[in-house]
């Protein structure tokens, strides 16, 4: 009897041997758990707080986009009143080539001072004229509407301007209609030596 319970206590003594160690796999397979499912926790923490910049920098790239273009909406509304008015200021530039002698110098001072007028009432609302004889043809700015020979000027200057070129608020509104000069003189004789 005395061996059985010498025996039944190492048996228990192994059971809670066991035990234990079962326990200790247990509480490291559940700290194994939770160390995987807090990098799980961690991963998706990054991803939201990534996706959280994005969107945030998103919405603030689209707060910048939507100020600039209410900016221009408001800078450029007259755009489509302006160009309706730019035939007027043409027909009064037409009028004062048009008009000669002495008797008509009051009536053609009149015409300057309604164009003069018109041109700062444009430029107060952010018009201006584009200068375009004597200058170098810019694509940008002028369109030719012929070529011309000349020998009083350079190859590809504004020989004359048929219609004025106005920028509003530095965005080209209508280019100059412009001739051109085009030497083809020059180079059939340098053709020919």
Not at 94 to 122: D, N, S, W, Y
Request: aromatic fraction near 4%; charged fraction near 40%; proline fraction near 2%.
């Amino acid at each position: 009897m005395k061996v059985r319970k010498e025996h039944a206590a190492k048996q228990d003594q192994l059971n809670s041997r066991e035990e234990a160690e079962l326990t200790q796999k247990k509480e490291l397979s559940g700290e194994k758990e939770r160390e995987v499912k807090l990098e799980e926790k961690e991963k998706e923490a990054a991803e939201n707080y990534d996706k959280f910049v994005r969107a945030v920098a998103e919405l603030d790239n689209y707060k910048k986009r939507a100020l600039k273009e209410k900016a221009d909406t408001v800078r450029y509304a007259n755009e489509e009143l302006i160009k309706d008015i730019l035939p007027f200021m043409d027909s009064l530039d037409r009028a004062m080539e048009h008009t000669g002698g002495p008797e008509v110098e009051k009536f053609k001072e009149g015409i300057r001072l309604i164009q003069e007028q018109l041109l700062c009432c444009l430029e107060k609302h952010g018009v201006q004229k584009i200068e375009s004889s004597g200058a170098d043809f810019d694509p940008n700015y002028h369109e030719a509407m012929m070529q011309v020979h000349s020998d009083e000027h350079e190859e590809n200057e504004v020989v004359s301007e048929i219609a004025t070129g106005y920028l509003l608020n530095g965005r080209l509104l209508r280019p100059s209609k412009v001739c051109v000069c085009k030497k083809t003189s020059e180079k059939k004789a340098d053709n020919g030596e």
